[in-house]
């Protein structure tokens, strides 16, 4: 069973960046894919970007393309989301887990479990 802890949120301005960390426990080397998320109060979960096992195949939603960039260090089991010039719309819990595979537009339901992590907060704000 792998486990996923996520960090690096907090708050910051529109414009600004920041750099999401998703370290795995557990049996890494069944990952696979991974896939980061986010959850805006009153919205439905939705996906933001996924990597392939070898992190050779990316795929990011519309709205952060350009501006998100995902990578993944398998030495240190960790999965990273560098999110620049953020916008308002960005905000929300950022939650990382395994994908069954790595396909736009990176669909909640590609993940291979429900049990969902306690996520890092994202707040924009001037």
């Known amino acids: 069973q792998l486990q996923f802890v996520e960090s690096g949120g907090g708050l910051v301005q529109p414009g600004g960046s920041l750099r999401l960390s998703c370290v795995v426990s557990g049996v890494t080397r069944e990952l696979g894919a991974v896939g980061w998320f986010r959850q805006a109060p009153g919205k439905e979960r939705e996906g933001v970007s996924c990597i392939s096992s070898t992190g050779m195949n990316t795929h990011y939603v519309d709205s952060v393309n350009g501006r998100f960039t995902i990578s993944r260090d398998d030495a240190k089991d960790t999965v990273y989301l560098q999110m620049d010039d953020l916008k308002r719309e960005d905000a929300g819990i950022y939650y990382c887990?395994?994908?069954?595979?790595?396909?736009?537009?990176?669909?909640?339901?590609?993940?291979?479990?429900?049990?969902w992590g306690q996520g890092t907060q994202v707040t924009i704000s001037s």
């Open positions: 887990t395994a994908v069954l595979d790595c396909l736009h537009p990176v669909p909640p339901s590609l993940a291979r479990s429900t049990d």
